[in-house]
């Protein structure tokens, strides 16, 4: 029988994290396990829920990135400790089991967290880490021959380089397990661009494994859905950097202090403006309209905190609207995300003048 974490553990690591206690909060994880804790559920229901809060923070304008960035670096150390003092019961023995990020995908801890998890369930587990060229990741995989690579994909707009891994990996002989945020809800995007198996956390992975009896035997050859996009993502990612000018171009007319912008200020709008462009690519290229509205929830969120008024988003997503009256899709994914905007700016507490978009 083994301990739990419970709720004034995880506020002491919290604690800990907070004010940059780095030889602490690794002492705290392993006298966790030193009280018979397992290391999964040190890292599942410490490290992740604190990650969590800390990205909460950190989109709440709460927490600067310097701070997100110092505790996560505590998290990683925390990580690589435990792998290191507990070693897996027969280690290996499940096969061999290729971890990567996709390309573009620097979320490197939660694929980490997720490979030391298989790790201790007894795979023998290849991790390569962030951001991962798919021609590399395939060469790798060709000289390696793993059982499964483990496709992890933490934000949405990474999807298309997702798929083109999917697809290398499987033309390689090798099946692919599909998880991450990025993947969205219960990781249905990654049934949707063809994955082997998908899971939605790493305890769902464990699951799914062990009920997968041989990967490399068992679905290799076998005819899977295949995933069939048009072009509207990429038809509208070429105009990004143009709908991102005419957006800034309106937002100076409407609003006068955009126009007196600093460089600086100007940059950080202009990437926000383009994020937009992005979500609503992936969205169109998965072809499912909540992906586009969680992300404009998000954004409503982020930018209230941030005092940014979200009547500015709301004309960014009407002058969207008008440029891209040739894409129905879009259009009805731009007309639900305005209307998600509007419901969180209410529930945000905005100013009525701003939320009323
Ligand atoms: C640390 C961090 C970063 C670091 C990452 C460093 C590192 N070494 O990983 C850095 C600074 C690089 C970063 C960058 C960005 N980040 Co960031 N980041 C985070 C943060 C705070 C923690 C990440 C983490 O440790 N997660 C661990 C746990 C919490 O994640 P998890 O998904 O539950 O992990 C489990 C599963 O996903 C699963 N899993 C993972 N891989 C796989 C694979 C398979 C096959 C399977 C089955 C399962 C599986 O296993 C894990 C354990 O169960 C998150 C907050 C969050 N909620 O994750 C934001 C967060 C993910 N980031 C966010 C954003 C916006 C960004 C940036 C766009 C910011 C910016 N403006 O530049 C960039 C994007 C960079 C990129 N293109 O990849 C947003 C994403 C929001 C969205 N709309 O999608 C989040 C959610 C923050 C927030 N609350 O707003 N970030």
Redesign the pocket.
Known sequence: MTAAVSAEDRAHYFELVGHGAEVPAVDFALALSERDVAPQDI??DL??????????L??RNEWS?AQ??A???I??QVVAALATRRRAEHAGRRGVLV?A?VD????????????E?MRWDGWDVRFLG??VPTPHLVSYLHRHGPDVV?????????LTSAQRVIVAAQDAGVP????????GPD?RW?TRLG?D?????????VE?LRSWPSPAVGDVGAVRGSFVSDDDHVLIAKRRPQLVATAMAELAQRIPAVARYTDAQREATE?DLD?VVE?LCAALFVDDPQLFT??MS??G??LTTRRVPLSAVACVLDTYRRELYDFPRALAYLAAGRLCLNETGLEAGAPKSAAAV
């Open positions: 890292l599942l490290v992740v829920p604190t990650q969590a809060r800390i990205g909460d950190w989109a990135v997100e960035h505790a996560t670096h998290s990683d971890v990020c573009g995908e620097w979320h490197a801890l939660p694929a980490r967290l997720f490979a998890v962030a951001s483990a496709v992890s994909c933490s934000v949405p707009t990474r692919v397990l599909a998880g991450g945020a990025g993947f990781a990654g994955a198996r998908v899971a939605a956390d790493a305890r769902h992975a799914v990437y994020q979500f969680t992300f998000w954004m969120t982020v």
